[in-house]
């Protein structure tokens, strides 16, 4: 690397550390794990923490370890962007675990393939290590804009989280992409390039490549204004634990291995009460399932909480039972 350091750099590194001293315990004095692709955004982390680890190693209680999964789908691409990953950490005195991660069969192959690359690193490093992730501010915008069109609530429009509750920590939020890029270019190192983000039959590069330049040229400054939503949906997040907390009370919200129950009694609409299908959302995609839509909830809603009984097939498969305003909600 080279002895220069321009400011962007500086800026990087100080950036990098705000977030780790401001982190809670015990994330903030554990094991520090770099999870790296072999990509520009992966390889700045790798740069800026390296340096930050030079500048202050009492930040850094436990050591920095790197983390590179080969999931083994490009055949020698992903070669090379282990090759890489190993002369990086090389050059940076970074020690380097590389595990094994295959993918399973099955739809959504991102979905999938970034499941087991979590799994199997977090198996290699223990679950007390703090993993960083290089996800920066353009993929906050493309995030949000992917769920805002698949219909996400304020809840879905959080976006990223800094930190995941199992030590998936994400310093670079607030960074743009190019900053990363430039720090990459400032240090004289050539990340690798993915040709599979290229693919635009993938929602997310269909954004990134097309949609969200195309709408930042007839509206510029909309990806910051985008990443800023999330963010701002992730403050009212306490707030609105605490009122689906409350309202998980007031109607019995009862969860078990089949499906899950509630009453409507104490409801004036649940037809168009906002926090009642904010709690509906969780309880449905903690199955696994997807939300019925909206006219067929509200409808649904409405029928039970007429106080008639019934019952009715929807969603995928599911068995809605209503009677004496209460509804239950079962898989098939």
């Not at 750099?9 to 072999?38: K, M, N, Q, V, Y």
């Not at 920095?64 to 090389?90: I, T, W």
């Not at 089949?258 to 004036?268: I, N, P, Q, V």
Request: charged content about 25%; glycine content about 10%.
């Amino acid at each position: 690397m080279e002895r220069h350091q321009p400011a962007g750099i500086d800026r990087l590194i100080e950036i990098f550390l705000t977030s780790l001293t401001a982190l809670p315990l015990p994330w903030r004095t554990a094991p520090l794990g770099l999870c790296l692709s072999g990509g520009v955004d992966s390889s700045a982390l790798a740069i800026a923490a390296s340096k930050a680890l030079e500048s202050a190693p009492e930040a850094f209680p436990q050591g920095v370890r790197a983390f590179h999964a080969r999931h083994g789908l490009r055949g020698s691409e992903s070669s090379g962007d282990a090759a890489s990953v190993r002369e990086l950490c090389g050059r940076l005195g970074l020690a380097l675990t590389e595990v094994d991660a295959s993918v399973p069969h099955g739809p959504g192959l991102e979905a999938r393939a970034r499941a087991a690359r979590y799994d199997a690193i977090r198996l290699a490093a223990g679950p007390a290590t703090l993993l960083a992730t290089a996800h920066h501010r353009d993929d906050q915008t493309e995030t949000v804009l992917l769920r805002l069109l698949r219909g996400a609530g304020p809840v879905g429009l959080r976006g990223i989280h800094p930190l995941r509750a199992d030590g998936v920590w994400r310093p670079f939020l607030s960074v743009p992409r190019t900053s990363l890029a430039a720090m990459c270019e400032d240090c004289g190192w050539t990340p690798r390039q993915d040709s599979s983000n290229l693919d635009t039959a993938f929602a997310r590069n269909a954004l990134r490549h097309e949609f969200i330049p195309a709408l930042e040229q007839e509206h510029p400054g909309v990806s910051e204004v985008l990443a800023a939503l999330g963010d701002a949906a992730q403050r009212l997040e306490p707030y609105i634990e605490r009122a689906l907390i409350r309202l998980s009370e007031s109607v019995h919200l009862a969860v078990d291995d089949r499906g899950f129950s509630c009453d409507l009694s104490h409801l004036d609409d649940p037809a168009t009460d906002p926090e009642l299908e904010l709690l509906l959302d969780r309880v449905w995609t903690k199955f696994g399932r997807r939300p019925w839509a909206g006219q067929q909830r509200a409808r649904l809603l409405s029928d039970a909480a007429s106080g008639s009984t019934g019952r009715r097939a929807g969603g995928q498969g599911e068995l809605a039972i209503w009677g004496s305003r209460k509804l239950r909600i079962e898989r098939a």
